[in-house]
């Protein structure tokens, strides 16, 4: 093949060539592959290091900006009310991240980045944020249509944030929760803040479930 041939040319140059030489010669020509490897290579470095020590989760919740002393038992009791399997199971729960646009940091800036990694390799179902940090994500289509998963009349009873999606059609990405909700008794927050299901969802089925019950007991 083409490209076998190239290589086999390209390690005789390299024979060739002086020792400080040699490195300069990968970079030049291999440079776009070496890049691609070794993001591939960063990136499941992180997947392994954020699964770390998560146990057996049926679904992995994200809350931004909320106060990580929060009980996680109250988000797993409330999936074990949908009827799902959850012998030796639980809502995973981080709410350690913190993300301010209006007083940017280095802290908001780890965040970003851990975030775009969880959405993008589907290593978190269920988010939940203030309305700002939550806006961001939808304007990237980063949540399922809930109206395409609970009934409508179900949908009707609570204030929904929706975005004109393609066509017009109207995408219900989140549901917003008030004092009083699971997220605020659980003492994740305060304030409204705007709960969705990611679009990459592992564990969608779970995650849709998780969204019904708070649906109708909220």
């Known amino acids: 093949m ?44 992180l997947t392994v290091a954020l699964n770390a020590g998560r146990g057996n989760a049926a679904v992995y919740a994200v809350l931004v900006n909320a106060d990580d002393s929060g009980d996680s038992a109250v988000l797993t009791g409330l999936l074990e009310q949908t009827g799902e399997d959850m012998q030796g199971k639980t809502v995973d ?37 203030d309305e700002a940090v939550f806006a961001s994500y939808a304007s990237q289509e980063a949540f399922v249509d809930l109206s395409l998963f609970i009934e409508q009349e179900d949908l009707a009873g609570h204030a929904l944030y929706t975005y004109e999606g393609q066509g017009g059609r109207k995408v219900v990405a989140g549901i917003w929760l008030k004092p009083g909700s699971p ?36």
């Open 2 to 45: 083409r490209w076998t041939g190239q290589i086999r040319q390209d390690i005789k140059t390299l024979k060739g060539l002086e020792k400080n030489r040699r490195l300069e010669f990968v970079w030049d020509y291999y440079k776009l592959p070496l890049i691609v490897l070794l993001s591939v290579a960063a990136l499941a470095v």
């Open 93 to 129: 729960v981080s709410a350690g991240y913190t993300l301010r646009y209006d007083s940017y940091t280095s802290a908001d800036g780890e965040t970003v980045q851990v975030l775009a990694a969880l959405f993008g390799i589907g290593d978190l179902d269920l988010f939940a944020a």
């Open 183 to 218: 997220l605020h008794q659980a003492g994740y927050y305060t304030g409204d803040v705007i709960i969705g299901v990611a679009a990459n969802a592992q564990n969608l089925d779970p995650a849709v479930a998780w969204m019904k019950e708070l649906v109708k007991q909220n």
